[in-house]
């Protein structure tokens, strides 16, 4: 499964169609774009955090979600616009203070729907923090 | 299965302990508590619209998880600090521009894990938009 | 929501497309069909048991999901070949021995998908034993 | 994560406790324990099939929670035991016919829950089929 965007066309993209979630000030970036799957990642600015310094549910299921369809973007082109169906998040422990990376790998790319697993874990240790898997309705084109 | 407290309790608690969501510029407020179940309305502020007036799918999941953890709170009272460990939530239809109500039912109020439904539907018209199923696990008391 | 096909039709297409689920042997009938809802009982039989009685969750999860395709062929013909996509599956407390009634509620029925809302109680004391969501891809017509 | 378990201990233990599922009739083996995953396989027999040589729905959800439930036994011990409370599973494409194989891995084992992802492929392509994420309440020690 090849990506069809460059980092750059993608975040070109995302600057301009999500002005709200990609601006500087929310601090998600597009880290890596590979053969089925995209790495990001949230530099959890002050907003995002609850007492004790830890992302919020809310951060965490807008990374998972952007990035499951940042991954289907960046495999299928900008023309189409997918629509979240479903998603089902396990929050595993809390996630440490610090940067956050999700990796969206893409269990199936299908003409009508996609499926994306989503991984995100603590930049400093690793460890899997929280876990989803979304599925996304896919326009005809 | 009986709630053991009242609005006022509850709207005083969660001012407290989430200033950050229950606050007046938010727009979350407790509408009714009934055995079982809790209604909570969200007035769509201008910060949760997406372009079209429809609110976020990000918006839609605080919702609902507000929802479901002020319905065990509401049902086991203030002192246990519940966490949502699972939630598996569709979105069925862009939602309308308005109010936003969330009906949150608990399937199980166990002593250590509740599963809690929410059905958020337009105020207008009451077509269900949005509908999820929490898990949240209750520490030892 | 009107359903389309009697409970008569609906047992007759059943009987001749899922003989190895609806035989006499198994135990699923159709008890009833709603606007907008069905209601099947499963009629534990020796082998859905394990051991102390209860009912196994492979068999909880084949009435959750013949109950929901029911609810769907129910609304929309027996024309259609609707296929689960996804279900999210909780498993509230364990079933008492007897019969159990399944109501699905079909929550969303769109010309590509339909998401059904169910419900499995037991007979004897109408408490919920299992919930379930349920996606269907729903093929062009 | 160190499983604590030999392959032909789980077998003997599962032997024992699930008769109807692990008998040599029903097809489901244990095929490798390693840290954190383990791996089985169902050679799907004729009662498994649907027409066109398909394995059904809830034969992939038994095979997902087995294999789900042995990793966790391989990994905490034959003493506990685990209850399955949540499980959201996707069916991606129809599977071949012919042995699948399930690779279960564990993404949180805490005292009181564990989570664990199940991906269920083909063994002719790899492709995978089926994929499950399933969470175990697991009993006071």
């Known amino acids: 499964m090849q990506p069809v965007m460059t ?4 975040r070109a993209f995302l600057h301009d169609a ?3 979630v990609m601006g500087s000030e929310f601090g998600f970036t597009v880290d ?21 310094g830890t992302v919020s549910g ?9 990035s499951a369809y940042v ?8 023309v189409a616009l997918a629509v979240t ?12 203070p610090g940067t956050l990376a999700a990796k969206a790998s893409i269990l199936k790319l299908g003409k009508r ?18 876990h989803a898997v979304a599925t996304y309705s896919i326009p005809p084109r």
Chains 1, 2, 3, 4 share one sequence.
């Open 7 to 10: 980092s750059e066309e993608l």
């Open 18 to 20: 999500f002005p709200q």
């Open 32 to 52: 890596e774009i590979g053969e089925g799957y995209t790495v990001m990642k949230l530099l959890a600015a002050e907003r995002h955090l609850r007492p004790g």
């Open 58 to 66: 809310p951060t965490l299921f807008t990374l998972a979600d952007v």
């Open 71 to 78: 991954a289907i973007l960046a495999h299928i082109g900008p």
């Open 85 to 96: 169906t479903n998603m089902s998040i396990n929050f595993l422990i809390k996630p440490p």
């Open 113 to 130: 729907l996609a499926v994306v697993e989503v991984a995100i874990s603590g930049e400093s240790d690793g460890v899997t923090v929280c």
